[in-house]
């Protein structure tokens, strides 16, 4: 971009709280630490939800599980946000990607990733909840840099006029661009795809 001589322009940011962690569900142990260093994709996933700002379409609260490579391995959206979407992210991860015994699924602490329904998908796989803990936001510095990623570069240029319109122009970001050609520099200036078919 500098080199283009281009620069950022962005709408105001619309903030909407997702996570309440007050609430009796177990809270799982951050296990980050017990991998301290991914070597290969499908070690750890780390998941969240995000709100898109409100436009005709209302609120579209997308969520995705990234592998260690950055790469967006499963994601949803609804006009509502409950357990639902985090278990149809999760479906479509362990569908794509078909994880090994123990790797280790991080969240926050919200009520989705908490409810006895979402552990119970988690230990089917066999995958280990991970939890942040409490306002440590480094715990979920990946998560939230794709976020800030996703609203800079697509949502906050444009103004969705239905749900179907943000469905369209996220799945084709997140799965023709953000994944398959954006290169990240933490990757080696690789895409995600790009970045995990080097390291296989």
Known sequence: ???AGLCDHQKGRYRVHTTNSNH????ALNRLAEVPKT???NQIWVADITYIPPSAAGFTPPLSSTSTAAKIVGWAMSETMGAAIVLQALAMAILHRDPPAKLRFHSDRGVPYAAGDFLA???QAH???SMSRRGNCYDH???EN???TLKLELVYRRDFATHSQACAAIFDYLEAFYNRERLHSALNFLSPAAFEHQTN
């Open 146 to 148: 794709f976020w800030s």
């Open 127 to 129: 995958l280990i909840p």
């Open 121 to 123: 998908a988690l230990a």
């Open 24 to 27: 009796d569900h177990p809270i």
């Open 141 to 143: 510095a990946t998560t």
């Open 39 to 41: 070597t290969a994709p």
């Open 1 to 3: 971009m500098q080199h």
